[in-house]
């Protein structure tokens, strides 16, 4: 017997992105607001490039985020715009979680 019920047609994936040989992750999908990662980082040092404008919001953890010529901290709750075209270098003295969105 089946319950058709709960039963669900899967028409859209969520991505799984990896990056930094596994030791930044996210998930990735379409929200009300466009495009979105939930992510994960493990204590390091990184560098992203931004192709198009990006929205990051720091979940858990803190950030110590170079935009420009200087580096700002960003706590829990905390976020920053990084703006298309441009790289910018994150270090995570402790694992982190945050949300991206794009555009």
Do not use: W
């Not at 319950?3 to 998930?27: C, D």
């Not at 979105?36 to 560098?47: F, N, P, R």
């Not at 901290?73 to 991206?100: H, K, P, R, W």
């Amino acid at each position: 017997m089946s319950n058709q019920t709960n039963a669900a047609v899967v028409t859209e994936t969520v991505a799984h992105n990896v990056y930094f040989e596994g030791k930044v992750q996210s998930l990735g999908l379409e929200t009300e607001k466009g495009k979105a990662t939930l992510g994960v980082m493990k204590k390091g040092t990184y560098v992203f490039s931004a192709s198009s404008p990006e929205r990051m919001i720091v979940i858990t953890g803190s950030m110590k985020v170079k935009l420009t010529d200087t580096y700002q901290v960003y706590a829990a709750q905390e976020e920053f715009d990084v703006a298309a075209g441009t790289s910018f270098e994150v270090i995570c003295d402790q694992d982190a979680a945050y949300l991206c969105y794009y555009g």
